[in-house]
T-cell receptor, first 113, second 111 residues
Framework: GAGVSQSPSNKVTEKGKDVELRCDPI?????LYWYRQRLGQGLEFLIY????????KSGLPSDRFSAERTGESVSTLTIQRTQQEDSAVYLC???????????FGDGTRLSIL | GESVGLHLPTLSVQEGDNSIINCAYS??????FIWYKQESGKGPQFIID?????DKRQGQRVTVLLNKTVKHLSLQIAATQPGDSAVYFC??????????FGQGTRLTINP
């Protein structure tokens, strides 16, 4: 399987807890994206990494959200002090570069109790 | 404000018929458009893309049409099959590789 891999596939946690979501992009893809998808909605851009450039964090909804990427490989999205409105599917995508189609993982379904 | 939107939230067609899913965009500066298919519990799957220097692009059973005059994008699926049932999203690239997605159209193929 050479697709984008995300873990965990499902995460249930209590309000106020921190969560960490992981994304393994397709090997060789320099661009990596995180999106949030609320139930029945389209995808909401969160953050974009391209090689060694500074990430585009313009979509992060609050300072409780942060993301890191190690070189051109794994990325983690961290949500601190989770709130119920954070409940959504968090999708990761990667592409060869910023001008190529993005390929998505199957997401992490996050539920905040 | 700027947005990418869809005319219909749901669409039902008979198996074997052709389907057309429409999308309107408002930013005339957008130069790249993509259609994705999303099945339940899965991430979006790339179907076809088109750049603004083209008005039509064909793939296997799918055709994307771009009308820049009225800022309209459509996805045509020929000879629909049960496996085509899914939510279809159009997306528009603005600025530095930031995709903006519409709300999606749920396509149901009736046997």
């Amino acid at each position: 399987g050479a697709g984008v891999s995300q873990s965990p596939s499902n995460k249930v946690t209590e309000k106020g807890k921190d969560v960490e979501l992981r994304c393994d992009p397709i090997s060789g893809h320099t661009a990596l994206y995180w999106y949030r998808q609320r139930l029945g909605q389209g995808l909401e851009f969160l953050i974009y990494f391209q090689g060694n450039s500074a990430p585009d964090k313009s979509g992060l909804p609050s300072d409780r959200f942060s993301a890191e990427r190690t070189g051109e490989s794994v990325s983690t999205l961290t949500i601190q002090r989770t709130q119920q409105e954070d409940s959504a599917v968090y999708l990761c995508a990667s592409s060869w570069d910023g001008n190529q189609p993005q390929h998505f993982g199957d997401g992490t379904r996050l539920s905040i109790l | 404000g700027e947005s990418v939107g869809l005319h219909l939230p749901t669409l039902s067609v008979q198996e074997g018929d052709n389907s057309i899913i429409n999308c309107a965009y408002s930013n005339s500066a957008s130069d790249y458009f993509i259609w994705y298919k999303q099945e339940s519990g899965k991430g979006p799957q790339f179907i076809i893309d088109i750049r603004s220097n083209m008005d039509k692009r064909q793939g296997q059973r799918v055709t994307v049409l771009l009308n820049k005059t009225v800022k309209h994008l459509s996805l045509q699926i020929a000879a629909t099959q049960p496996g085509d049932s899914a939510v279809y999203f159009c997306a528009e690239k603005r600025g530095a590789q930031k995709l903006v997605f519409g709300q999606g159209t749920r396509l149901t193929i009736n046997p």
